[in-house]
Protein backbone atom coordinates (compact mmCIF):
# COMPACT_ATOMS: atom_id res chain seq x y z
CA UNK A 1 0.00 0.00 0.00
CA UNK A 2 0.99 3.68 -0.90
CA UNK A 3 1.11 5.47 2.40
CA UNK A 4 0.40 9.55 2.81
CA UNK A 5 0.53 12.04 5.25
CA UNK A 6 0.50 15.95 5.54
CA UNK A 7 3.46 17.31 7.97
CA UNK A 8 2.51 21.12 8.83
CA UNK A 9 4.07 23.23 11.56
CA UNK A 10 5.25 27.29 11.87
CA UNK A 11 7.60 28.11 9.39
CA UNK A 12 10.92 27.55 12.35
CA UNK A 13 13.49 24.88 11.54
CA UNK A 14 11.35 22.87 13.43
CA UNK A 15 9.75 21.87 10.38
CA UNK A 16 12.16 21.24 8.36
CA UNK A 17 13.45 18.76 10.90
CA UNK A 18 10.32 16.95 10.84
CA UNK A 19 11.02 16.76 6.80
CA UNK A 20 14.08 15.71 7.74
CA UNK A 21 13.25 12.87 9.97
CA UNK A 22 10.34 11.68 7.31
CA UNK A 23 12.51 11.10 4.68
CA UNK A 24 15.48 9.43 7.08
CA UNK A 25 13.14 6.98 7.93
CA UNK A 26 12.02 6.49 4.05
CA UNK A 27 9.23 8.80 3.28
CA UNK A 28 9.38 10.93 -0.16
CA UNK A 29 8.13 14.35 -0.63
CA UNK A 30 5.26 14.72 -2.92
CA UNK A 31 4.38 18.22 -4.58
CA UNK A 32 5.29 21.40 -3.78
CA UNK A 33 5.55 22.70 0.01
CA UNK A 34 2.76 24.86 1.09
CA UNK A 35 3.06 28.36 2.93
CA UNK A 36 0.24 30.01 4.61
CA UNK A 37 -0.14 32.86 7.41
CA UNK A 38 -2.17 30.90 10.49
CA UNK A 39 -4.54 34.47 11.35
CA UNK A 40 -5.07 32.71 15.04
CA UNK A 41 -1.86 32.34 15.89
CA UNK A 42 -0.06 35.18 13.74
CA UNK A 43 2.70 32.91 12.65
CA UNK A 44 3.32 31.62 8.94
CA UNK A 45 2.81 28.02 8.66
CA UNK A 46 4.46 25.22 6.45
CA UNK A 47 2.65 22.07 5.23
CA UNK A 48 4.90 19.40 2.89
CA UNK A 49 2.82 16.13 1.64
CA UNK A 50 5.20 12.74 1.90
CA UNK A 51 4.55 9.32 0.64
CA UNK A 52 5.69 5.83 1.82
CA UNK A 53 5.84 2.45 0.19
CA UNK A 54 4.31 -0.45 3.09
CA UNK A 55 4.00 -3.90 3.59
CA UNK A 56 0.30 -4.49 4.39
CA UNK A 57 -3.28 -3.61 4.19
CA UNK A 58 -4.41 -0.18 5.01
CA UNK A 59 -5.97 -0.09 8.01
CA UNK A 60 -7.96 3.35 9.57
CA UNK A 61 -6.59 2.54 12.89
CA UNK A 62 -2.78 2.77 11.72
CA UNK A 63 -0.11 5.15 13.19
CA UNK A 64 1.09 6.38 9.92
CA UNK A 65 4.12 8.42 11.79
CA UNK A 66 5.71 4.56 12.95
CA UNK A 67 5.74 2.81 9.15
Same mark, same amino acid.
Given at each position: ???????? +???T??? *???????L $?? /????? %???????? +??????? *???????? $?? /????? %??K????
Amino acid at each position: MKAYRFLT +ADDTSAF *CHKITAAL $AK /GWELY %GDPTYAHD +ATTGVMR *CGQAVTKQ $AD /GAYDP %GMKLGEL
